[in-house]
């Protein structure tokens, strides 16, 4: 799959496990943000369970997320419990295409088609089916560019599916650890702005081979 952003999630939630960012945290800078965007952004370290999604479609959504973010981990960023909540309360992206139902229903109806690809092909529901099956089918969505798929375009569901999962996944203080990115700026701002330059809390990157702003591959 093209689309896919690189390989899963943290190993561990507690800080000191990342290899690139060894001890960063910036959940622990969570006294310097102000109330609604602390309270915003640690609540999304233990999510409330579905209730948007019905038992069976929450596993489907969650086996289809990670395989797009290639989560292999026991400890997971809470992809499917993040989506669910947005989907419960009606936070959407604000749009949607004209030839798409509008998001919920395009979620559900668009892992009914996984189940029903799943089913198919190995027998079973697509959480169920084997990892390798599991990318097939995936794969096939997407390659079917705008073409259809279950009654809906293949390219617009594949989009729904990514946008919401690299939403989720890029808003997880997991996810900042990975990156090093030291979360919010307000109110107390950042001092030391520009490219090479740290916080006083951020640590310099392990393993900056791969750097494009170092001019290496």
């Known amino acids: 799959m093209s689309a896919r952003p690189g390989r899963g999630a943290a190993a561990s939630w507690s800080p000191g496990q990342q290899t690139r960012f060894p001890g960063f945290d910036p959940a622990a800078q969570a006294s310097h943000w102000d109330g609604v965007t602390a309270e915003t952004v640690l609540r999304r370290l233990t ?7 019905t038992a069976d479609q929450a596993a489907t959504a969650e086996a ?23 989907l419960a309360t009606g936070e959407t992206d604000g749009w ?16 009914a088609a996984l189940d029903a690809d799943a089913f198919s092909r190995c027998g079973t529901s697509f959480a169920e089916a084997p990892g390798i099956d599991q990318m ?6 997407q390659d079917r560019g705008p073409g259809d798929w279950h009654g809906l375009p293949a ?10 999962a690299c939403t989720a996944y890029y808003s997880h203080p997991t996810a900042w650890n990975e990156i090093g990115f030291p979360g919010p700026a307000y109110p107390r701002g950042y001092k030391n702005a520009g490219v090479g330059k740290r916080e ?17 591959a």
């Open 47 to 53: 999510p409330p369970p579905p209730k948007f999604f």
């Open 64 to 86: 289809l997320l990670d395989q797009l973010l290639a989560q292999e981990s026991d400890q997971k960023i809470p992809l499917i419990e993040m989506i669910d909540a947005r």
């Open 96 to 111: 949607h295409y004209s030839d798409m139902p509008e998001d919920g229903q395009a979620w559900r109806g668009s892992l």
């Open 136 to 141: 097939a089918l995936i794969q096939a969505v």
């Open 155 to 164: 390219g617009y569901v594949w989009s729904l599916w990514t946008r919401y």
């Open 200 to 216: 006083p809390f951020e640590v310099a990157d392990a393993d900056p081979g791969d750097d494009p702003l170092r001019g290496e």
